[in-house]
């Protein structure tokens, strides 16, 4: 044999032998992997250490060939990449070190989320071992104690979400993460200083309901204050408290003494005089403080039995009331205004006062009562609204201008009634109630099938869309639209009820004649973000409509508990059973729902406008009627 055949052989030998060598590797890899994964799943289940059978992980399958449940796989070398295990009720242990401490999961393990369980922490210190992580997710369980140190050593870390847990103490060196863009940890129990993150980088960030304290970084503002709400002893932009400023040392001096003491007699000296005056007017014409709604049907919200019940002589108005009632047109009393509407002719607020009222519903802006006034034969919806300080002129004025604006899905008001303390409005009485009482009532009605909640949706948005486009100019948006305030009239048919009630900020900004272009650009743009905060309520409307679920239940968003599934590919959990089971299109679901989550979109310029919702809607809609023809023909 020669020697140029050796050199050529030798090489195949190599080769077979290395390739040997590394199957035998793989193959305990592989071993390793799945040897750790069970003792991680093992801990997680509940104290007698028993696995769901039905979740396929057992010692006789592999979790990438047989796709275990909750495992995620490279196709290319069958290394497990991702644990999505949300949502399994878990009632055991975390520990980091059955993962973390198991190279062949080390090298190539990128994603944990184990959100919506009921697990504590154990060995949390050994995550750091996981180098390879970009997401680590364990909201909503039982962890507790001080977070690790460690964590700020996970250098690819994108998303951190740790909130609601019972976590305490400061928070580690976070900020050593350069590449973080995510960062939740509301509802714990953590205190010190909030770290120097870049929160230029970061898309999403909320320390809310925890207890932090000091001056929130100078970067921070760039969030809302919903992200900082509830640290009694934070300061600083976005929130409204100020923070305290440093006192300089070494006292007051004797020039600061004189200074002060001049202030305060000058004080004195004008308090002295306005009191004075105030005492002889109050002398010479002495007025009624108290107006009609104040006095008489200044309702208690803790009652179970609230009542307008009351003596009509006992109506006392100032001078200066009666005077601008008796200017007002379309009077019928000395201050219920009636709208252009025949069905509350002749009703007088003396009436309305004395007609007994059931309390149909309650909010923080107001309450709502069901009034039966004998005259009209029929109950009206009398909304109190309470805590807003618009005055009485520009209510007037803003509900006139509603009432010139007419939907047949916009339900109108028929009176009102504004001083300075009380505003009431009269709508007509809706007997059927609201979309939410319909929605998730105890008797839920099982008429709500996909094409009445797809419907439903298409007209709440057609109206909205009519209502923002004729009110633009005036920046009157609903303010407050829910499921809640959206009544369903006598065929069924959806009402946006206490449309403009509640002023948007920055509503009554306005812009000159003069103004230059910029000014009218931006005014144009401050206009976008009051109409925007409206589609976030469509947004979670037509979530509740997607996932029969409350907006808040057990502390739980909807919003955000949607948007968290989605993101982990889960998406078919947060449809309504019951639409599953009649067999609706998925495919109309995900389009639904991708409109849905575009209007609930923390950034308000990243929302879609109401008209490009409702023909989203509309093209969803007629899909779903082809597809009826179809079926029928």
């Known amino acids: 044999m020669s020697v140029t055949s050796k050199m050529h052989q030798i090489p195949f030998w190599v080769f077979l032998i290395s390739v040997s060598l590394l199957l035998h590797a793989t193959k305990s890899d592989e071993e390793e992997a799945k040897r750790a994964l069970l003792n991680f799943f093992t801990k997680l289940s509940t104290n007698n250490g028993s696995i769901d059978p039905t979740l396929g992980w057992n010692s006789t399958s592999d979790p990438c060939r047989d796709q275990w449940k909750g495992i995620i796989c490279d196709n290319h070398n069958l290394s497990v990449k991702k644990i999505f295990l949300d949502g399994f009720n878990f009632s ?78 400061s928070l580690p060196e976070l900020a050593r993460i350069s590449g973080l863009t995510v960062f939740l940890a509301q509802n714990n129990d953590l205190s010190g200083a909030i770290p120097n ?225 009380e505003k009431l409005l009269v709508y007509e009485y809706q007997q059927n109630g609201s979309l939410f009482r319909l929605l998730h009532g105890t008797q839920m009605s099982k008429a709500l099938d996909w094409s009445s909640r797809l419907g439903i949706a298409a007209t709440i948005a057609e109206a909205l869309a009519f209502m923002h486009q004729e009110l633009r100019q005036d920046r009157i948006a609903h303010g407050n639209l829910k499921s809640s305030n959206i009544l369903l009239n006598n065929s069924m048919e959806p009402c946006i009820s206490e449309y403009g009630l509640m002023v948007v900020e920055d509503q009554d900004r306005s812009v000159s004649a003069t103004a230059s272009v910029n000014s009218i650009q931006a005014a144009e743009e401050s206009a976008d973000t009051i109409f925007k905060s409206d589609i976030f309520g469509f947004g979670v409307i037509l979530l509740e409509l997607l996932t029969g679920k409350m907006v808040q239940n057990n502390g739980v968003d909807l919003a955000q508990w949607v948007v968290l599934v989605v993101r982990e590919e889960w998406t078919v959990e947060v449809f309504d059973k019951t639409l599953i089971q009649d067999g609706t299109s998925e495919e109309r679901m995900l389009n639904l729902l991708r409109v849905a989550i575009k209007c609930v979109n923390r950034s308000a310029e990243s929302r879609p406008s109401i008209n490009q919702a409702a023909l989203m809607l509309n093209t969803i809609k007629e899909e779903d009627e082809r597809s009826m023809d179809v079926s029928e023909q």
């Not at 507790?144 to 964590?151: H, Y």
Request: glycine share 8%; hydrophobic share 35%.
């Open 92 to 169: 055991g242990t975390f520990d980091a070190s059955t993962l973390c401490n198991v190279q062949s999961l080390v090298a190539t393990l990128g994603v944990i989320s184990l959100n919506y369980n009921n697990l504590r922490g154990e060995n949390l210190e050994e995550i750091a071992n996981c180098k390879q992580l970009t997401r680590f997710h364990i909201s909503r369980n039982q962890f507790s104690g001080s977070l690790p140190n460690s964590l700020s050593r996970l250098n690819n870390l994108k998303r951190l979400e740790i909130s609601y847990n019972n976590f305490s103490g």
């Open 197 to 421: 993150f870049d929160f230029a980088n970061l898309e999403e960030f909320d320390v809310s309901f925890n207890n932090f304290s000091g001056p929130i970084p100078l970067g921070g503002v760039s969030f809302w204050v919903s992200s900082y709400i509830d640290n009694p002893e934070l300061c600083g932009d976005p929130l409204p408290n100020r923070c305290p400023t440093h006192k300089p040392k070494g006292g007051v001096s004797k020039n600061q003494i004189l200074m002060f003491s001049g202030y305060f007699l000058i004080g004195l000296a004008l308090f002295l005089v306005i009191i004075l005056k105030l005492f002889c007017k109050k002398d010479g014409t002495k007025e009624e403080k108290n107006d009609a709604v104040y006095k008489v049907a200044a309702l208690d919200d803790s009652s179970d039995n609230p009542s307008f019940t009351t003596n009509e002589d006992k109506i006392g108005m100032s001078k200066s009331e009666i005077s601008n009632a008796s200017a007002d047109s379309g009077l019928v009393s000395s201050s219920l205004v009636v709208l252009s509407s025949p069905e509350v002719n002749g009703l007088r607020f003396g009436n309305l006062l004395k007609a007994p009222a059931e309390l149909i519903g309650r909010g923080k802006h107001g309450s709502v009562y069901k009034v039966i006034c004998e005259d009209q034969g029929k109950p009206l919806a009398v909304k109190r609204i309470k805590d807003w300080t618009i005055s009485s002129y520009d209510f007037k004025q803003r509900m006139r201008r509603l009432d010139q604006v007419k939907h047949p899905n916009v339900l109108p008001a028929m009176a009102f009634y504004s001083s300075r303390q």
